[in-house]
Nanobody, 129 residues
Framework: QLQVVESGGGLVQPGGSLRLSCAVSGFTSGLDYSSIGWFRQAPGKEREGVSCITRSDGFTWYADSVKGRFTISRDNAKKTVFLQMNGLKPDDTAVYFC????????????????????WGQGTQVTIST
């Protein structure tokens, strides 16, 4: 089981920016993550996939609701993935979860939480005046 730790949440005004980080550790020798995904869950709503990136070639996927505003990137040496969130809206308010897997490769399809076996505890993102 990998250890996944998110950081960077907080309270910002509409139109503001936040950068979330996701650090992954606990790999068995010779293994590494294949994909890291970001999900979010707002109160009373189901968890939804936000973005995903593959370690090998940096393929990225975004939910339609965040395209053009969020950017996912990776630092393979540090086994860390970042989610830069710009143009934040009140609807972006949610707990953001990072998830990692060593076999799943994100593609052009909507993320499914069942594809990821290791999860962080989540970080709260609140967009409000």
């Amino acid at each position: 089981q990998l250890q996944v730790v998110e950081s960077g949440g907080g309270l910002v005004q509409p139109g503001g920016s936040l950068r979330l980080s996701c650090a992954v550790s606990g790999f068995t020798s010779g293994l590494d993550y294949s994909s890291i995904g970001w999900f979010r869950q707002a109160p009373g709503k189901e968890r939804e996939g936000v973005s995903c990136i593959t370690r090998s070639d940096g393929f990225t996927w975004y939910a339609d609701s965040v395209k053009g505003r969020f950017t996912i990137s990776r630092d393979n040496a540090k086994k860390t993935v970042f989610l830069q969130m710009n143009g934040l809206k009140p609807d972006d308010t949610a707990v953001y979860f990072c998830a990692a897997d060593i076999e799943y490769y994100c593609s052009g399809y909507e993320l499914d939480s069942g594809d990821f076996r290791s999860w962080g505890q989540g970080t709260q993102v609140t967009i409000s005046t």
